[in-house]
């Protein structure tokens, strides 16, 4: 795991851990490390699980399906992310999601049940990753809260104009890339591609924005 520790070091969950500290508490969470290739499961909706991951190289992406192949991305997780978290921490949860590797990946997988009961040791490490973990699932819950704002927008229109002005301001630069390629920009904001595409054209010819594969330059 020493190869890893610069994404451990500025991950969330290991804040205000030293890097001896770090390396010493992934055993209290029964650390292990798995690779997974490009378009192969991690979680499955409809399993059950004590582990949470952490994207030590690679992403993967977060998303739902039906039963008729629908996708909708929820959210892209890139190196130092975390997924899998709310449904570890509440014991015989059922998943209602999916977790694939976008590209080759390795995940740290952290059994959250460990942190959950007594430390055997009572270490002051278990009590800080314990913190931790609060404000981890904190921050999902406001990355989620983001995405209901967009999708609640009537129109294909305003789910972008929406989607694109939070970009915007989580870079603090009218110039920004996002995380998606055109069909996952679709699955996000759960529209139909060609009718996103003609959306996004009828506002580069409005002068509204400018847009190069990922890349937006929003004009005021």
């Known amino acids: 795991m020493?190869?890893?520790?610069?994404?451990?070091?500025?991950?969330?969950?290991?804040?205000?851990?030293?890097?001896?500290?770090?390396?010493?508490?992934?055993?209290?969470v029964n650390a292990t490390s798995i690779v997974k290739t490009e378009g192969t499961y991690i979680f499955?909706?409809?399993?059950?699980?004590?582990?949470?991951?952490?994207?030590?190289?690679?992403?993967?992406?977060?998303?739902?399906?039906?039963l008729w192949g629908?996708?909708?991305i929820l959210s892209r997780c890139k190196t130092g992310d975390f997924f899998g978290e709310p449904y570890a921490a509440?014991?015989?949860?059922?998943?209602?999601?999916?977790?694939?590797?976008?590209?080759?990946?390795?995940?740290?997988m952290l059994n959250?049940?460990?942190?959950?009961?007594?430390?055997?040791?009572?270490?002051?490490?278990h009590q800080k990753l314990v913190r931790n973990l609060v404000s981890v699932l904190a921050n999902k819950i406001l990355i989620f809260n983001d995405k209901i704002t967009h999708i609640s927008k009537r129109t294909t229109r305003e789910k972008l104009l929406s989607y694109l002005s939070s970009e915007s301001i989580k870079h603090s630069s009218?110039?920004?890339d996002i995380p998606f390629d055109r069909q996952q920009l679709a699955d996000f904001?759960?529209?139909?591609?060609?009718?996103?595409?003609?959306?996004?054209?009828?506002?580069?010819?409005?002068?509204?924005?400018?847009?190069?594969?990922?890349?937006?330059e929003l004009l005021t």
């Open 189 to 216: 904001l759960c529209v139909e591609r060609a009718a996103m595409s003609v959306e996004l054209s009828k506002l580069q010819k409005e002068g509204l924005l400018k847009t190069n594969r990922n890349h937006f």
């Open 174 to 176: 009218l110039s920004f």
């Open 70 to 72: 629908h996708r909708n």
């Open 90 to 108: 509440k014991p015989g949860s059922v998943l209602n999601i999916s977790v694939v590797a976008e590209k080759n990946c390795e995940i740290l």
């Open 2 to 28: 020493k190869k890893y520790i610069s994404v451990l070091r500025t991950s969330p969950f290991f804040s205000g851990l030293t890097d001896e500290e770090i390396l010493s508490v992934l055993h209290c």
């Open 44 to 66: 499955r909706a409809g399993d059950s699980t004590e582990e949470m991951g952490l994207v030590l190289s690679g992403s993967a992406l977060i998303i739902q399906e039906d």
């Open 112 to 125: 959250v049940r460990r942190l959950l009961v007594t430390c055997p040791t009572a270490c002051d490490h």
